[in-house]
Every structure is written in C-alpha cells, then in structure tokens.
C-alpha cells in the first residue's frame, strides 16, 4: 500500500495503491493525514469508524469526510490507516486510526475532499485510486 501527493492547481491531489480496496482507502486516509502535516508523531489512541454509501466513490468521500470531521470535532489528526471494505446492500469502510492530539502537530488545513477528478479502478496489481482536496 502506498500513496503520494500531487500538485493540483491551488489543490492537493491523492494518488494511493493497495492490493485490496481498503489498503487503498487506508493508503488514500494516509494521503490525506500528509497532506495535513509533514512530521507525524507516534502520539494518540486509535479509534474505530464506519461509513456506508452507495457506490465505492461515495465511500471514499464519505469515510475521507468523516476523518476531517473527527479531526474537527475530537482536534485530532486521523493517521496510521487501517481499513477494509466490503458490500452488502450498501458499500462499507470499517476503519481504525489514530488520533494523533494537534498540539503535538503543525498541521495545515485540508476544507474538504471533493468529487473533482475521484477515480477508483481495479488494477493487475490491485486497486489504484485518485482524490483531489480542496485546501
């Protein structure tokens, strides 16, 4: 699982593998807390969360969304991403991550995830997704 940071005009893009759909949603997460701050350190409890949406893109904005709200609401940063993934009549992301407090951070402030250019696509080596935030 890996995932790197991309320009993106006066956004920050997310381009993240894995070998399973929730190593890449676990991979994108950890995009996301990059993107965030530069150094992060071993601080913080984990905590559970899990999302449901229609579609694994809905997913994806849904499960990064919830990341932004519980660093808004529990003023943490949401990093060390574990996830898995799978569907019954909805999609669902079943997730683990540590709360590291921002006091222990210089975090920089990601507004949203947006659909703007979203892709998640199967790949020979597993899955590949792509996320633009709006900073």
Excluded: N
């Excluded at 530069?38 to 499960?63: C, K, N, V």
């Excluded at 991403?81 to 799978?86: D, I, M, P, R, Y």
């Excluded at 909805?90 to 921002?102: D, F, N």
Aim: charged content about 35%; proline content about 2%.
């Amino acid at each position: 699982m890996s995932f790197a940071l991309r320009e993106h005009t006066a956004d920050v893009a997310i381009e993240a593998e894995g070998e399973s759909l929730g190593e890449t949603f676990a991979a994108v997460a950890d995009g996301l807390a990059a993107a965030q701050c530069d150094a992060i350190p071993d601080t913080g409890d984990r905590f559970e969360i899990e999302e449901r949406a229609e579609s694994r893109e809905a997913l994806l904005f849904e499960f990064l969304d919830r990341l932004i709200y519980e660093r808004d609401v529990r003023a943490v940063l949401p990093a060390d991403h574990e996830a898995t993934v799978g569907r019954d009549d909805e999609w669902i992301v079943r997730a683990s991550t540590r709360g590291v407090p921002l006091a222990d951070v210089r975090a920089r402030e990601v507004k949203a995830v947006t659909y703007s250019e979203m892709a998640i696509e199967e790949t020979d080596a597993g899955w590949r997704a792509y996320v633009v935030l709006d900073v």
